[in-house]
């Protein structure tokens, strides 16, 4: 693996190593399992996949599942598959649920230390009581309760005697702490609810940050990274690996999260635009989901040297979602064969062409790489061409068909514009050509130039297949950071043309594709086989990018 980019973080285990503070490096993706993974999170599985790789070093996938109510398994093998599919093998596969009697006897141990108590105040209380950045908190009533009486109130949380809200436990650190994380933060709630993997054992859930430091402790996790807004809970993280007395001592490291123009990654706003139907489900291909982007055409490849390229620092600002794009071009360009598809189709006659004649013209399936050898195309006297590679009127500068004009035919003949014949209504229905047999590709036929190539398919044998184009789903340039700012609701920079659907042909000699199938058409882009909208019939074809952008890295 190449290193070219900074990453702070491979900085520290160098030197972690390098003074004998840390002896291995064993790092985790700890996600909750409730919603599909995304863009965002493919940038901290790679950071932790590749930096315990590069020091031989072990990744756990952890799903973080102390919340009954919004977790579900569909999710957890949503981002099984996902991870699998970044090609990704995880060490350890772990839930925190599993760690659930362990989380509660450290917690009694807490309060057998004078370190946690049982509060009976509200949530509203509670928040109340906290103070403000500018003053301190104030201490609950029940904050001095005796060790006796909170083992006895914690016990019976545990056994359910008590209703959702009724009482919490927190952690006893300093209700006048600048930081307010460190004012008694709640480490247990009761909520009776079901668990996806413990059912109705329990009634009482850790809070995330107080499970969190357990997780990483119990699993021997050396390098604890997560995204920059837990920096200020790095000192309560800090504080329940020495308090619980965990024998291990993970360091947390902060790294900027992943921001994309003209998308938005919450796992909230996504879940509404499912809900809402902006879009078909959360592996449409505009979304910025693994399972959209897989969808799309996307490969495991082009996101992770997009990541990699970013490198890993402090910064969150948003990263131009073009660059991803130029990363799958990259990755595409010599492994997909090229085609020829019209997506909008205007019927082209060669009148000088034998009637009931086919010849088989061949063609390289990619220039670039040779090695892919060559594929035969049929032509005819009937072809399709794009509709906008002809105009009865054109501008200076045009160089396509127009009456009287000559164009090259990629793979084929030069053809000449002799007549439009239209409907009723004056539109151009069909086109008819003469072709010079003398100008056949291959041939060496240096007689002439002409100014433009167009693409084309033979009409008898032409495949039909539908092409999905699409747009950035969301218009605004900064994303979700401008949102914020102005507080309009993100919806009102949903794209409505984000999606176009189109119906056209491709070469005969792709009848069979499969799904995920990828192909560069001539002049239009990268597309992708749809793998749910596909039928025997008609494969759907998804744009994965253009072929050009006005994007530099
Ligand atoms: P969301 O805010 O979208 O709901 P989350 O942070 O709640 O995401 P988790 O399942 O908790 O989702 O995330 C798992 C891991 O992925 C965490 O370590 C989190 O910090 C990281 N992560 C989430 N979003 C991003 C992002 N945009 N860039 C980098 N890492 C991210
Ligand atoms: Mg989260």
Redesign the pocket.
Known sequence: MEHNTSNFIRDIIIEDLKTGKRDKVITR????P??YL?I??A??IIINFDLADEFNGKTNLRF?DTNPLKEDTEFVESIKEDVKWLGYEWDGLFFASDYFEEMYNRAVLLIKKGKAYVDDLTADEIREYRGTLTEPGKESPYRNRSVEENLDLFERMRKGEFGNGEKVLRAKIDMSSPNINLRDPVLYRISHATHHNTGDKWCIYPMYSFAHPIEDAIEDVTHS???LE?EDQRPLYNWVIEECEMESKPQQIE?G???LTNTV????KLKQLVAEGYVDGWDDPRMPTISGLRRRGFTPEAIRAFVRELGVSKGDGAVDSRMLDHFVREDLKLKVPRTMGVLRPLKVVITNYPEGQVEMLEAEINPEAPEMGTRQIPFSREIYIEQEDFMENPPSKYFRLFPGNEVRLKHAYFIKCEDVIKDADGNVVEIHCTYDPETKSGTGFTGRKVKGTIHWVEATQAVPAEFRLYEPLIIDEDGEEKEDEDSKNFLDYVNPNSLQILNGFVEPNMKDVKPYDKFQFFRHGYFSVDPKLSTGEKAVYNLIVELKSSFKL
């Not at 993706?29 to 909750?32: K, L, R």
Request: charged content about 25%; hydrophobic content about 25%; proline content about 8%.
């Open positions: 993706f700890p996600p909750e409730n919603g995304h965002g999170h940038k901290s973080d990274i997560c995204t837990f790294f999260r992943l921001n990654m919450s796992k909230r």
